[in-house]
């Protein structure tokens, strides 16, 4: 059974860093595009970064350019987002996708998520 487990969530101040990791298991992911999606309560969920099987590409939403960096794990199995420069409008719960084609990661339309870990930063 595929699995997608979030973790790095939590209450920061505004102006610091988190860096959320999630961990992919049940089949091999070495093939598979992964990334980052938040949603804030009563918003949309919003595409947040997404990178290709070999980390050679990678995406990101207009609101996190220059703040936000994806990366991956040397097993393949782990995406990281590392957030500097939070923002309160970052809080949202920061949900893990991954799937065979980097497009669908980055439409939205991925075929594993996980649970999320929310990210609350205070102004």
């Known amino acids: 059974q595929v699995s997608l487990v979030e973790s790095g969530g939590g209450l920061v101040q505004a102006g610091g860093s988190l860096r959320l990791s999630c961990v992919a298991s049940?089949?091999?992911?070495?093939?598979?595009?992964m990334g980052w999606f938040r949603q804030a309560p009563g918003k949309e969920r919003e595409f947040v970064a997404a990178i290709r099987w070999n980390g050679d590409n990678t995406d990101y939403g207009d609101s996190v350019k220059g703040r936000f960096s994806i990366s991956r794990g040397s097993a393949k199995n782990t995406v990281y987002l590392q957030m500097n420069s939070l923002k309160s409008e970052d809080t949202a719960a920061y949900y893990c996708?991954?799937?065979?084609?980097?497009?669908?990661?980055?439409?939205?339309?991925?075929?594993?998520w996980g649970q999320g870990t929310q990210v609350t930063v205070s102004s």
């Open positions: 049940g089949r091999t992911f070495t093939s598979y595009a």
């Open positions: 996708a991954a799937d065979l084609t980097f497009g669908k990661v980055v439409a939205g339309t991925a075929a594993y």
